[in-house]
């Protein structure tokens, strides 16, 4: 299986928005403006190498509203991007956009199931 290991939701407000999560739900909520003006979640204790301490836990983060998308996603890993995107689209799925390399992450792209849905699929580096 392919497991859900981060979500994303859009924003109009960084400061707002990062106040909110971190007053709620206690997140770290970290702006990176080099990176699109996404603000990073973490959602439960991490260690030295950014890993969950609590085993099924995940992290997200928020993009600003407009060029990236309205909607909320999952982004799902898999172990080969390339064939997972031929998977894709013999399932019936579309390719957004094209595959991004995410310095220390992995390599990552959009697509939409055959229900309309963004999901994200990322091939992690490690």
Request: charged letters at 20%; glycine letters at 12%; hydrophobic letters at 35%.
């Amino acid at each position: 299986m392919n497991p859900v290991v981060h979500f994303e939701m859009p924003y109009s407000n960084p400061k707002r928005l990062s106040k909110f999560y971190s007053n709620v739900f206690g997140w770290d909520m970290q702006y990176l403006p080099k990176m699109g003006s996404y603000v990073l979640a973490t959602t439960s204790p991490v260690d030295k190498n950014q890993m969950h301490k609590k085993k099924g836990a995940i992290n997200g983060g928020f993009y600003p509203k407009g060029p990236y998308g309205n909607t909320p996603h999952l982004v799902i890993s898999v172990d080969n991007l390339e064939k997972h995107i031929e998977i894709v689209k013999k399932s019936g799925g579309k390719i957004v956009g094209k595959v991004m390399d995410i310095p220390g992450i992995g390599k990552f792209i959009m697509l939409k199931d055959t229900e309309g849905n963004r999901v994200g699929m990322l091939q992690a580096s490690m």
